[in-house]
Nanobody, 114 residues
Framework: QVQLVESGGGLVQAGGSLRLSCAVS???????MAWYRQAPGKQRELVAA????????NYVDSVKGRFTISRDNAKNTVSLQMNSLKPEDTGVYYC????????WGQGTQVTVSS
C-alpha cells in the first residue's frame, strides 16, 4: 500500500526559502513523482514533476527558476526546494505520482507572509 508523508512546511516571509520533503513507502522506484499545491479556495494544481521516466523535470510557470524538485532513491524521498517565496505560494503542498493516482497524504502547510 502506497503511503505519502509530507513535511517541512511552515510560516516564512516573502523572499524566504523552505525545503519540503515527502517520505514514500509502498513504491519500489520513485523516478516519477510530483509536487502539488492547493491554495485557499482553489483547486489543487501540479507545481513540479519528474517526467520522461524521471529524467527530466517540469514546473508550472509561476515557480520556474524558484522551485527545484529532487529525489533520493536510496531514502525513498522526494523533495521540493522553494526559494524566493511569494505570498501566492501559500497553500497546502502534497506529493503524488504524475497522474495523482496514489492516496493523498495529509500535505504540509506553507504560508508566505508579505
Amino acid at each position: 500500500q502506497v503511503q505519502l508523508v509530507e513535511s517541512g512546511g511552515g510560516l516564512v516571509q516573502a523572499g524566504g526559502s523552505l525545503r519540503l520533503s515527502c517520505a514514500v513507502s509502498g513504491i519500489t522506484v520513485i523516478n516519477a513523482m510530483a509536487w502539488y499545491r492547493q491554495a485557499p479556495g482553489k483547486q489543487r494544481e501540479l507545481v513540479a514533476a519528474f517526467t520522461s521516466g524521471g529524467t527530466n523535470t517540469n514546473y508550472v510557470d509561476s515557480v520556474k527558476g524558484r522551485f527545484t524538485i529532487s529525489r533520493d532513491n536510496a531514502k525513498n524521498t522526494v523533495s521540493l526546494q522553494m526559494n524566493s517565496l511569494k505570498p501566492e505560494d501559500t497553500g497546502v503542498y502534497y506529493c503524488n505520482g504524475p497522474r495523482a493516482l496514489y492516496p493523498w497524504g495529509q500535505g504540509t502547510q506553507v504560508t508566505v507572509s508579505s
